[in-house]
């Protein structure tokens, strides 16, 4: 199984990727993409935070 990884842009920011050749998808750091569509101060925080919303239902 070949495994590519790499850095992808999006509006000139980096978005880390990694390319299943087997599944034949590719994943993203969802810390990077919410970093960028949230401009969030901390990304990681963010994403704790929504998994627990949605969890507990709080999530539209």
Not at 21 to 37: A, K, M
Not at 43 to 48: A, H, M, N, S, V
């Amino acid at each position: 199984m070949k495994q590519e990884t790499g850095i992808k842009l999006f509006e000139q920011k980096k978005v880390r990727t990694f390319w299943n050749e087997q599944e034949e998808q590719w994943y993203f750091s969802i810390i990077d993409v919410i970093s960028i569509l949230t401009n969030s101060v901390n990304p990681r925080d963010y994403w704790f935070k929504m998994k627990i919303r949605v969890k507990n239902g709080r999530w539209p």
